[in-house]
Structure formats: structure tokens, C-alpha cells
């Protein structure tokens, strides 16, 4: 794999880094990293070290705020093979660089050389290549091979994967002139397999049914038991299916011992199953050709299949039958790859596989430490990790290729949406990542974890300027901005090109501010660009000064407030060709004003808990979330002690002046109410009464521009109930016009002509709120700078 990022080396032989060099700010302390530095170096320009590791210690405990250090990596591509650790006071304060004007790369890929591929045609007939005689016929003549265990290099392995599942490294990816190339699948590009095609004949319970808020008892099953759950079988319908799924897996029934000549030895469902958001995987087990049968292995997280299936079988070599798919035999160790090439030749070709699988730098109780202007180009976990970080940034690094996400800041607990006992920890504070470009990413962007939601404690991570895309390629809820905790910051980023989520809020005083969101969640539905949800205190949330434009139109919505969100702030955003801009669902106290709908199939829409009887959806969770944070106690279970509850009163009072009022329909004895009746479970004390956490009470959307937009959409399942049934003067001071132009308003700027534009005589508008929005609101002014 050529020179390793290794192991600790040898500090110099004087015991010192070298001083600053002539020209350099006095007060730091400089060292210098190339590609021909050797053991035993000084560290000087004409003489550095050959690792990172190696300027790391020479600086170890000689640095600090008054005098930092400073690593200058000089220009080359510096293969790595283990984590760079940096931990503890004596590793802070110093700034790992790209020298000025260089190109530095660290490289979790690694090159397979064209001229180390081999025509299919020419492997021998060895039992590490048995299993060629999968290669469809038609393309054999096209396909290349790779010998990965002769060279050393890991083949990876798949893992259980999806939505509320453990985050598992993912299997080394075939990268070909910087594109990331297909698993072998069926069916190919953008077809899926769907209810039409694969029908379900045995459904065993999802893993959902066995979290804690779905359980008699209220206990969740240990996650090891979860995984060894049965997977569903299914029926192939379609008959070019029947007639692919044949060869899938091994026969059912047989003997144990597998023909890898014939049948695939690892080839996995993916996709979605028995929902439209979240994505999860089940591996092939078996297969009865005769009853068009596939058994799999693993549960799915939620039903195995209904009216939103829409799957590939996946790492199925008998697929590999188009341009640019690949596959890693894996069977007893063969470590073989497969390749159809896009052209036919791996000539002209730069070709790399993911072989990292950890991060390329970890920042563990260290202060003031900054990566700047470096490349991180491949790894199978993510490539940036900050735990119990303080003041530390992530400056200009282009970070690609990772199938996690690029940079997490703290940690979280699993199974967010699902589980009551919901934490961040580890985050640090004021950390920032800033002017980087994040893209091709399994997972998300930025998971930013900071703040501690029981005492309102702010984090303070910043993460601006930086333009992430081509995210969440391999998993679902992977936004570009993870906002977890209290006090944490996104803004003027430019965030594009991704089939899920753009932000995912859990927790309180985030703000999302000045970001160019477009052409996102272009792959799901029932998401959002912003989601949050299923917690009523997740509080003064501001989405402001952003652009929503061209946002997948399959059931989606710009801003997204699910189960009981409440609390968020939505104001001076642009939402231009979307299909919901707004949903409101059951919470309390949100307010949106100042927005402007242009090209909206409906400005937004809401949905009730009256829809349902008691107890309501996800009532187990939002109520215990809710009484962790505002349910007085020692702070145990699902308590807060007073002086939090006092704490946050005090901070959101003035807000929420209702907000000691709200309450948990329950009964004298503390039991929820799960029925209606005359006496202390009333109509009017569960589903009328506006401090009931189950009424959306205090909603407000006022003073919305519609440009060729649609109405607000209230639900018709909830017997005539609306939002707005409970707050009268809901979508209030709503102009329309059918064009941007009757408005005097410029879809290139997002300014008004003060002038020109009929807001001037509007009610609810006028002249000062022209040159508010126009002062505050350009597009020239959001994104990165």
C-alpha cells in the first residue's frame, strides 16, 4: 500500500521541534511533514519528518493558546492505513496544514493499477476464482478481474445496515475516475423491484415492534437478539424476476455445502421495504426455484413489504451485466474482484477501492486544534471525528469517498427516532467545520452533537461556508447537518444533489440560517429538507434567510415538524418548486411568517392526533421525552430536577408564556389517559383544551407571499378538525399572485422592486416590510462566500 501513516516515531535527537522559520508569525512553533522525510529528521523545511505522527510528538507538550504549533504537510498523496490520534492537553493547540499552495491528500483508497487487471478470459481455473462461472456470458468478454488478497489489499465484508439500525462500517467501494461504480444488481439503474414484481409470503414481526415503546412490558429487546430475529420470505411475482432470482442464493433444502459456480454466496436485498423514508437490507438466504421462493436472513426494521417497496438485489455477481458494476468475491476468502469497466477497458482508466475503514483523524479531548486545507479522500467509516473537542476546526478540507459521514462531532445514542432515553454526549464546544467541500458520502455531512438539553448548556458548533452534496448515497436519515443538543449553528452553506434530508434537528436553539438548499430528498417521501420531531420541548428551532429550491415532489415538504414538534421558528425563507413548504403535526407554539411560496403545489398542510383513538402514535415517546425534560423529579428515569425545569422557564417563558400550562392528558393516579370518558379523561380536557399536549394550539403562518402556489392543505381525517380550527387566525394575511412578476418580485435576487410591488398596500405588509425583507433577505447573500 506503499508509505503508512503509522505508528509514533522518534522526536529529534535534540528533544525539540525545530523554532519558527524566518518570515513566520513569531509565537508559533513550526514543523514540516513530505513524502521524503525520514526517521531521525529535525522537522525542519530542509529536513522534515516523514509522518504526521512523527510532528505530532515532536510538539507533544510544547505548545499552548500563547505559543502554538504549527505542522506544515508538504504537497503528495500520503496513503493511510491507521488513525492519526491526537488526545489530551499535550497534543493541543497546534494546526495541521497544507503547506501553502500545495496539494496534500490523504488517501484511504487504494490504486489498483490497470496493468494489474487481468481479461476474465485469462484467470485460471483456481478454486479462489470459481466462481466465474457466474459472470453472465454476454459481457465475460468485457469483464476484468483483480486479485485483492494477492496484493494485500482488504476485501471488506457487508454488513447489517439501514434506518434505526447500528451505523456498521460499510464494504470497500470501486471508485473509476472519481465516480463511485455500482454493486452488481437487478434490477439495473434507476428500476427497483416493487410490490408488482416480489410479494411477501411470510412477514415475521419487524425489529420495531421491539423497542421499548412498542413492547408490553416496555423493554427493548438486546440488540444482538434483535439481528438473530427471522427475516421475512418472499414470492417472486414478475417472470424475468423468477427467471434472474433463480441463482440468488443456495437452493432451500440443500445439502449445506454451496456450488459458488452456480449460486451467489452473499447477495443481499436493499432498499426500501415496508416504508417510503427509510432505507434497510436483508440478506439472501436461500431460494426454492420451484415455489419462486427467496428466504432471507436478518429482520427487516419495519414490515417486509407493502405499497412502498421498492428494492435491488445486490451483490449478486449472475448481475453483473452492465457498465461500471463491480463485485468482491468474498466466498472462503477469495478476495477477487469482478469489473465490468465503463467502455469495456480498464485502459486510461484511475481506478481505487475504498481500504479504510476508520477515521483519518481523531480529535479526542484536545483544545484549539485545527485541520486546514487538507484531502481525505476514502474511507468505509467517516473520515472526521471530534470527541469531548474544545475550540477545535475543520478549515478548507475536502473530504470525499467515505461511506459514513465526513466529520461527527460528539456522539448519540442508537435508534433516535424510537427509543425515549434519546442522548448526545461527548460533543466538546465551539467546534466549527468551515469553507470545506463534503461530497460523495455514504452517510451525511457534518453530525454535530453539542450542548446538554436537561440544563439548556449551549455546544456552539459553527458549521458555514461549506458546500456539501452527493450525500446519503448509502443510508437514509444521513442529513448534511445532524443538529443534535442545544445551541448549535448551520448556516451560509450550500447544500445540493442528495436523495434524503438536508438537516435533522433534535434538541433546541439551533439555528439554520442563510443556506442554499436545492434538489434535494429527490428519492424518498414522507421527509423533509429540515426534519424534527417527536418531542414536544425541542424548542426556538430558527429556520431563517434560506432558499428551498427543487426538492423531490414524491409526498415531501421543505420544513418538516413531526409527532408534536413545537417551538420552531420558520421565517424570511424562499421555497421555489416544492410540493409541501410547511407541515405542521400536532405540536405546539409554531410559528412561520415572512416566507415567500413560489411554484408551491401547497404552501404546506397539517396532521392531527384527533385523526386517531387514544393512545396516540408514538404516544410512549413524545410523552417520555416530554416528561424527561419538564416532569420534576431527582432526574432519574424520566425526570428533571427542578432547578432545570426552573432553568428552562426561565429561558422560555417569555417565548412560550403557556408553556407551564402544558400537560400530558393523564389521570389522578399519573396513568395516561387511553380512553374517553365522563370523568377525568374528557373530550374537552384531552382533545379541546389548548394546553393539552395532544391539541395544536398557538400555530401560527401569517404573512406568506404565494407566487403560483396552492393553499394550505388541512387534513380531511379528523372528523372536520383542523389546525386551524384551533388557532382561528391561522394563515392569515396570505397574498397571491400567479406570477413573480405581479409581485415586482425577482426570482434571481429574491428581492422586491420596493417601488413596484403591490406588498406596499397590503394588509400585513406595507412599505417597512418590503425594505426589511429586501435589507435582509438576497441571494447573493447565502451560501458559501
Known amino acids: 500500500m506503499g508509505v503508512l501513516i503509522a505508528s509514533v516515531l522518534v522526536v529529534t535527537a535534540a528533544g525539540a521541534p525545530a523554532s519558527a522559520e524566518p518570515g513566520l508569525p513569531t509565537g508559533k512553533t513550526v514543523v514540516y511533514v513530505a513524502k521524503d522525510g525520514k526517521e531521525g529528521a529535525t ?36 496513503q493511510t492505513s491507521r488513525t492519526i ?65 494477492a496484493a ?128 434497510d437490507r436483508v440478506r439472501i438466504a436461500s431460494v426454492d426455484p420451484g415455489e419462486a421462493e427467496l428466504r432471507t436472513t436478518y429482520p427487516t426494521m419495519y414490515a417486509a413489504t407493502d405499497k412502498w417497496t421498492s428494492f435491488v438485489a445486490q451483490n449478486v455477481l449472475s448481475e ?15 478476495g477477487t474482484l469482478y469489473y465490468y469497466p465503463p467502455g469495456g477497458t480498464v485502459e486510461g482508466k484511475e481506478i481505487s477501492l475504498t481500504s479504510f475503514d476508520a477515521p483519518f483523524f481523531q480529535l479526542e479531548n484536545v483544545r484549539g486544534v485545527t485541520l486546514e486545507g487538507l484531502k481525505l479522500n476514502g474511507t468505509t467509516g467517516t473520515a472526521v471525528r471530534l470527541l469531548d473537542a474544545e475550540s477545535c476546526t ?51 455531512g457534518v453530525f454535530t452533537a453539542g450542548g446538554d438539553r436537561d440544563s439548556l448548556e449551549r455546544g456552539d458548533h459553527v458549521v458555514e461556508h461549506n458546500e456539501i452534496y452527493d450525500f446519503s448515497k448509502l443510508a437514509t436519515y444521513t442529513p448534511a447537518g445532524y443538529m443534535y443538543g442545544v445551541g448549535n449553528t448551520f448556516r451560509y452553506n450550500h447544500v445540493h444533489d442528495a436523495p434524503h434530508m438536508a438537516i435533522q434537528i ?3 436553539d439551533m439555528e439554520i440560517s442563510h443556506n442554499r438548499f436545492e434538489r434535494l430528498v429527490t428519492h424518498a417521501s414522507d421527509q423533509g429538507v429540515i426534519y424534527a420531531g417527536r418531542d414536544y420541548t425541542y424548542l426556538n428551532n430558527v429556520v431563517a434567510y434560506n432558499l428551498f429550491k427543487d426538492i423531490g415532489a414524491d409526498g415531501n415538504q421543505a420544513v418538516y415538524m413531526d409527532d408534536g414538534m413545537s417551538g420552531m421558528v420558520v421565517r424570511h425563507n424562499v421555497f421555489d418548486n416544492v410540493q409541501h413548504g410547511l407541515f405542521f403535526q400536532a405540536g405546539h407554539s409554531n410559528v412561520a411568517s415572512d416566507n415567500v411560496f413560489k411554484d408551491v403545489t401547497y404552501l404546506g398542510h397539517d396532521k392531527l392526533y384527533h385523526e386517531d383513538d387514544l393512545p396516540v402514535p408514538n404516544s410512549k415517546v413524545v410523552v417520555e421525552r416530554f416528561n424527561d425534560m419538564l416532569k420534576p423529579g431527582d432526574g432519574s428515569g424520566f425526570t428533571n430536577t427542578r432547578e432545570n425545569i426552573e432553568k428552562w422557564y426561565r429561558r422560555y417563558g417569555k417565548q412560550y408564556p403557556n408553556i407551564r400550562d402544558w400537560y400530558v392528558p393523564s389521570k389522578a393516579n399519573g396513568e395516561l389517559c387511553t380512553s374517553i370518558d365522563a370523568d377525568e379523561c374528557t373530550e374537552a380536557y384531552v382533545w379541546t383544551d389548548p394546553d393539552s399536549l395532544y391539541v395544536p394550539s398557538h400555530n401560527v403562518l401569517t404573512r406568506s407571499v404565494s407566487i403560483a402556489t396552492g393553499g394550505f392543505a388541512y387534513t380531511d381525517d ?68
Do not use: C
Not at 525542519?44 to 504537510?73: K, W
Not at 453483473?320 to 472462503?332: A, F
Open 152 to 279: 494485500g489489499i482488504p476485501a471488506g465484508v457487508i454488513m447489517k445496515n439501514g434506518f434505526n439500525w447500528k451505523p456498521q462500517p460499510f464494504a470497500p467501494e470501486l471508485i473509476t475516475d472519481d465516480a463511485t461504480q455500482t454493486l452488481a444488481q437487478y434490477p439495473n439503474g434507476a428500476e427497483k423491484l416493487d410490490s408488482a414484481a416480489i410479494t411477501v409470503k411470510e412477514a415475521p414481526k419487524g425489529a420495531r415492534d421491539y423497542f421499548s415503546d412498542k413492547t408490553e412490558d416496555g423493554t427493548t429487546m438486546p440488540y444482538e437478539d434483535m439481528l438473530k430475529l427471522p427475516g421475512p420470505v418472499y414470492t417472486t411475482v414478475d417472470a424475468t424476476l423468477k427467471e434472474h432470482s433463480t441463482t440468488w442464493a443456495p437452493p432451500e433444502g440443500g445439502s449445506g455445502e454451496i456450488d459458488n459456480t452456480v449460486h451467489e454466496t452473499d447477495g443481499w436485498l436493499s432498499g426500501y421495504f415496508g416504508n417510503n423514508y427509510a432505507n
Open 43 to 78: 522537522g525542519t523545511e530542509s529536513d522534515p519528518f516523514a509522518t504526521v505522527e512523527q510532528a505530532r510528538d515532536a510538539l507533544a507538550g510544547r505548545t499552548s493558546a500563547r505559543r502554538p504549533g504549527v505542522v506544515y504537510i508538504r504537497e503528495g498523496v500520503y
Open 394 to 444: 475543520v478549515d478548507g478540507l475536502e473530504i470525499l469517498n467515505a461511506s459514513m459521514d465526513a466529520v461527527a462531532i460528539g456522539e448519540a445514542n442508537d435508534a433516535i427516532t424510537a427509543v425515549a432515553e434519546y442522548r448526545t454526549s461527548r460533543g466538546g464546544h465551539r467546534n466549527k467545520v468551515i469553507n470545506s467541500r463534503l461530497h460523495d458520502l455514504g452517510g451525511g
Open 506 to 508: 433534535m434538541g433546541n
Open 718 to 785: 379528523a372528523d372536520g378538525l383542523s389546525v386551524k380550527t384551533f388557532n382561528p387566525d391561522f394563515d392569515s394575511y396570505n397574498v397571491k399572485k400567479d406570477s413573480a412578476a405581479a409581485f415586482a418580485f425577482d426570482p434571481a435576487t429574491g428581492k422586491f422592486d420596493a417601488r413596484a410591488t403591490p406588498l406596499n398596500s397590503a394588509e400585513g405588509f406595507g412599505p417597512k416590510w418590503v425594505r426589511e425583507w429586501n435589507r435582509t433577505f438576497t441571494l447573493d447573500g447565502i451560501g458559501p462566500r
Open 85 to 149: 490520534r491526537l488526545s489530551g492537553a499535550e497534543h493541543s493547540h497546534v494546526t495541521y496544514a497544507a503547506h501553502p499552495g500545495e496539494q496534500v491528500e490523504f488517501a484511504g483508497v487504494t490504486t489498483l493499477d490497470p496493468g494489474d487487471f487481468r481479461k476474465l478470459g485469462d484467470v485460471p481455473d483456481e478454486a479462489k476464482w470459481s466462481s466465474k462461472a457466474r459472470v453472465p456470458d454476454a459481457v465475460a468478454g468485457q469483464v476484468y478481474v483483480y486479485d485483492l488478497g
Open 320 to 334: 453483473l451485466d452492465t457498465e461500471g458494476e463491480y463485485y468482491i468475491d468474498r466466498w472462503k476468502d477469495a
